[in-house]
T-cell receptor
Framework: KAGVTQTPRYLIKTRGQQVTLSCSPI?????VSWYQQTPGQGLQFLFE???????NKGNFPGRFSGRQFSNSRSEMNVSTLELGDSALYLC??????????????FGPGTRLTVL | DAKTTQPPSMDCAEGRAANLPCNHS???????VYWYRQIHSQGPQYIIH???NNETNEMASLIITEDRKSSTLILPHATLRDTAVYYC???????????FGTGTRLTIIP
């Protein structure tokens, strides 16, 4: 089975722009979670989508949003980019949502640099 | 979320067993302990998880104390490729959210 894929792998944007990142989960996985990793804050949970619905949300401003499509693929969007949004954005998928024995598998991440 | 405490760094000689401790004294009865590792700038890699029994897979063994307040991840024969940051996570029941701490930076010494 192919793993979680994320596109693009690298992205450079300028302040004020917006960006859309894409995640394709492992085949058959229906839950997709997004995380942000920065040197200062570490790995932080952004949100989780299951069956096209946001199930859980972390403590991030409304500039960060996401969605999930019927084929379980997910996108996240960051509007009005700030320098502090420079980070590695990671996507993880799991077969379902909230089942404690289901394991989340992470993609390679998208490295976003905001200039 | 139950907090985990891990040593910030550890060294281990190549070929020896690496034992990584984790303290999770506030864990609840239905919360699982998960271990992930992250090799520089890659996505975290799942290693193993457990509830109360010891677990073993092809990568590692997980030993959970009887009171469940701590656990140890064991890499039986460490190689240079095991150099990574290892995260111990207590997963809140019924929740996909993983709360990552600062982890343990494990360095395998040739």
């Amino acid at each position: 089975k192919a793993g979680v894929t994320q596109t693009p792998r690298y992205l450079i944007k300028t302040r004020g722009q917006q960006v859309t990142l894409s995640c394709s989960p492992i085949s058959g996985h229906r839950s997709v979670s997004w995380y942000q990793q920065t040197p200062g804050q570490g790995l932080q949970f952004l949100f989780e989508y299951f069956s096209e619905t946001q199930r859980n949300k972390g403590n991030f401003p409304g500039r960060f949003s996401g969605r999930q499509f019927s084929n379980s693929r997910s996108e996240m969007n960051v509007s009005t980019l700030e320098l502090g949004d420079s980070a590695l954005y990671l996507c993880a998928s799991s077969p379902s949502s909230g089942r404690d024995t289901d394991t989340q598998y992470f993609g390679p991440g998208t490295r976003l640099t905001v200039l | 979320d139950a907090k985990t405490t891990q040593p910030p760094s550890m060294d281990c000689a190549e070929g020896r067993a690496a034992n990584l401790p984790c303290n999770h004294s506030t864990i609840s009865g239905n919360e699982y302990v998960y271990w992930y590792r992250q090799i520089h700038s890659q996505g975290p890699q799942y290693i193993i998880h457990g509830l109360k029994n010891n677990e073993t897979n092809e990568m590692a063994s997980l030993i959970i104390t009887e009171d469940r307040k701590s656990s140890t991840l064991i890499l039986p024969h460490a190689t240079l490729r095991d150099t990574a940051v290892y995260y111990c996570i207590v997963r809140v029941a019924g929740n996909e959210k993983l709360t990552f701490g600062t982890g343990t930076r494990l360095t395998i010494i040739p």
